[in-house]
């Protein structure tokens, strides 16, 4: 009888595409709930059992947070792909090198957001026009957040080490871990010691130290190459710039893209509570439901990393065609359960009509266009796999931001009073976003690149 191995680090280079991108996706959408279920139960915890007040400020500051996570995820993603292509080429010297330019880029960034996050949180909530009975709680939470916000930090560079060489299964388990300890010890600063918001933030920074130390010490305790040496902590400024060549674009798209969500909300406030509530209810299903198509997409830029440093460039193409057939797959099967049970999904949050009139509507007509949404992240996690970040980063930001403020004045000016012509703005950016693309990969200037990279592979496209 054949033994099963769990493997750890993987050789993405070999074998079948669908195995690989499949056994790597699960455990990252594993990871990717427990990451929203842990940002919901702090809401949760804080509405029932604190007040409104908490719960807005709680809820009120993601915003500011997303913006500055996802800057740093975005330069992490540039972290991962050159481990990514050094692990694929097994050039064991740069590897490490990657590794360790990656731990003390971290650590700069961990001081440079502390300090951020703590003196500039006062100006941002104005900014956002808090009210008054919320900055309180805003503020307390936010800066004990900010406090800690290196531990999040290290464990999302590590675990984006992991995952480069092919271990998406300890830092899920690292999450899943730290999920539960968030839970508890929310439990536990809200009932036992009732500190309010400020409890909430405490036992979230508690929990990422926890999850960063499992991480850092796994890096440590390995006999591979990516083995993180705390003494061998210094800029490889080759690998470096390589890093921040790819991952800066993405941090700026990323990082836009969040703040810019603060603006796209005013254009649903003006319908009401009712719509706001609806709204914020639709936005929790909707990260759900693109958990499936995320997780492959960000295997694929793995895949793609690895067997575009080996030099393996047509497998580079199947692995695409094989991402873009399982994330359609996916995402086609939720459709018709959001469109039939838009109403009960929207129950879950909140049971007055007007909610569950305006959150259903949102569901039905956004739904059928999540489809776009799979072009968009598969070709886009594609092409950073090859290093090339920067097409992605100009696409999404023209899509995601500008394309889509515009719209938003020009019909909040034509058709005022209207709701769908508003929420279509997402799914317009979508479809523009993944026009570009599709066109962008397979016919653009880049394909020349590929078939020179061929030619000087002896004209061998290994599969």
């Known amino acids: 009888m054949k033994q099963l191995v769990f493997r750890r680090d993987t050789d993405m280079t070999k074998g079948s595409i669908w195995e690989h991108l499949i056994w790597f996706a699960l455990p990252l959408l594993v990871g990717n709930i427990f990451q929203i279920l842990y940002n919901t139960v702090d809401s949760i915890v804080v509405g029932n059992f604190v007040g409104k007040q908490a719960l807005a400020a709680v809820g009120g500051s993601g915003p500011i947070i997303n913006t500055l996570i996802g800057i740093f995820n975005g330069l992490s993603s540039g972290a991962t792909v050159i481990v990514s292509q050094c692990y694929g080429a097994h050039d064991n010297k740069r590897v490490s090198d990657a590794v360790h330019s990656t731990i003390a880029l971290t650590t700069i960034m961990s001081v440079v957001f502390t300090i951020a996050g703590m003196l500039g949180t006062p100006a941002m909530l104005r900014l956002m026009a808090v009210p008054e009975d919320v900055m309180a709680d805003a503020l307390s939470y936010l800066r004990i957040y900010f406090a800690g916000i290196s531990g999040l930090l290290f464990y999302n560079m590590g675990s984006g080490i992991l995952r480069a060489v092919g271990d998406s299964r300890r830092p899920t388990l690292f999450l899943v871990f730290s999920a539960i ?12 010691f009732p500190l309010g918001a400020a409890g909430v933030a405490y036992a979230t920074i508690i929990a990422q130290f926890l999850s960063a130390i499992l991480v850092m010490v796994t890096l440590m305790r390995t006999d591979s190459a990516y083995r993180f040496v705390p003494r061998k902590v210094r800029f490889s400024w080759s690998v470096t710039r390589e890093m921040v060549n790819i991952g800066l674009p993405t941090s ?9 969500n603060v603006f796209v909300q005013s254009y649903i406030n003006v319908f009401g509570s009712a719509a706001m509530a609806g709204w914020s209810s639709y936005s929790k299903i909707d990260q759900f439901v693109l958990l499936p198509v995320q997780a492959v997409a960000f295997a694929s830029t793995t895949f793609i990393g690895q067997n575009w440093g080996a030099g393996l460039y047509d497998r580079t193409k199947k692995c695409l065609r094989t991402a873009m057939k399982l994330g ?3 995402t086609a099967a939720i459709i018709p359960l959001l469109m039939l049970f ?9 049971q007055e009509e007007a909610v569950l009139e305006y959150g259903s509507q949102i569901i039905r007509f956004m739904s059928p266009f999540y489809l776009l949404i799979c072009v968009n992240q598969i070709y886009g996690g594609a092409l950073r796999g090859t290093g090339n970040a920067r097409v992605p980063m100009i696409v999404m930001l023209s899509s995601f931001v500008a394309f889509r403020q515009v719209y938003l004045i020009v019909v909040s000016k034509l058709l005022p009073g209207q709701l769908v012509p508003v929420i279509l703005g997402y799914p317009a950016g979508w479809l523009l976003a993944s026009v570009a693309l599709f066109f962008y990969y397979e016919f653009g200037n880049w394909q020349e690149k590929y078939k020179t990279a061929v030619e000087l592979n002896d004209g061998k496209a290994t599969t």
């Open 181 to 192: 300890t968030n839970i508890v010890l929310d439990l536990i600063f809200i009932l036992v």
């Open 252 to 260: 700026i798209q990323q990082g836009v893209t969040a703040f810019s």
């Open 328 to 330: 359609l797959l996916m």
């Open 342 to 350: 838009s109403r009960q999904f929207i129950y879950m949050f909140n």
